[in-house]
């Protein structure tokens, strides 16, 4: 069974300073790494979808992944105080249609 | 292009009552899914159906729980004789199969006192 893992579990930063978010997987199969974005009492917005080891960037927002070990990443370019919210990372593995959460982290950005 | 809409939005419950959440996919999407999210959780996958077969129910807490989707397009999820512990949003989304990108709805939130 697939178990994702989030680090921290809550992050504050400066407006403007970079953040950087951590997830892990179990599967090493897995092959589809997306990151959502949850405001307080609203739906799931895609950030980023990740599909190949390397680096991917859509507009402030860029997603590492490193298969091998296991990993993920999200960092924010210059965040600003509406960025605050829960970062959620979602993993599915090689032939599932199943997408599998990690805890979430919580962001908060002070101006 | 309208998104995934959910209805209602809230619902609060005694224990043992009922409740029906009702979600309308993106047009076109032809696999819908059912996640729970409790407070500070990640969402957890309850139900998934592609057209109007269940592909994977294995994940529903009991069966006090059930979902249907009769034609392949919206979709019910019933709790019947609510928990305390049922207490949480619950999300659906529909997959574009082309990008195979989840889109989601807004959620309903279910408080059972």
């Known amino acids: 069974q697939q178990k994702v893992q989030q680090s921290p579990e809550s992050l504050t930063v400066s407006e403007g300073a970079m953040a950087s978010l951590n997830c892990t997987f179990s599967?090493?199969?897995?092959?589809?790494f997306r990151w959502y974005r949850q405001h307080s009492a609203k739906g799931l917005e895609v950030l980023v979808s990740?599909?190949?080891?390397g680096e991917k960037e859509e507009g402030r927002f860029t997603a590492h992944l490193n298969r091998a070990n296991l990993h993920v990443s999200l960092h924010i370019r210059e965040p600003q105080p509406s960025d605050s919210a829960v970062y959620l990372c979602?993993?599915?593995?090689?032939?599932?249609?199943?997408?599998?959460f990690g805890s979430g982290t919580q962001l908060t950005v002070m101006p | 292009e309208a998104g995934v809409t959910q209805s209602p939005r809230y619902a609060v419950l005694q224990e043992g009552q009922a409740v029906s959440f009702w979600c309308d996919p993106i047009?076109?999407?032809?696999?819908l899914y059912w996640y729970q999210q409790p407070r500070d959780q990640g969402p957890q996958l309850l139900v998934y159906?592609?057209?109007?077969?269940?592909?994977?129910n294995s994940q529903l807490p009991s069966d006090r729980f059930s979902a249907v989707r009769p034609k392949g397009t919206n979709s019910t999820l019933k709790i019947q004789s609510a928990k305390q512990g049922d207490t949480a949003t619950y999300l659906c989304?529909?997959?574009?199969?082309?990008?195979?990108?989840?889109?989601f709805g807004e959620g309903s939130k279910l408080t059972v006192l």
């Open positions: 047009s076109g999407h032809d696999t």
């Open positions: 979602a993993v599915t593995t090689s032939g599932s249609w199943q997408l599998i």
């Open positions: 990740i599909f190949s080891d």
């Open positions: 159906f592609r057209d109007e077969a269940v592909i994977d």
């Open positions: 599967d090493g199969t897995s092959n589809n």
């Open positions: 989304a529909s997959r574009d199969s082309l990008t195979g990108q989840l889109y």
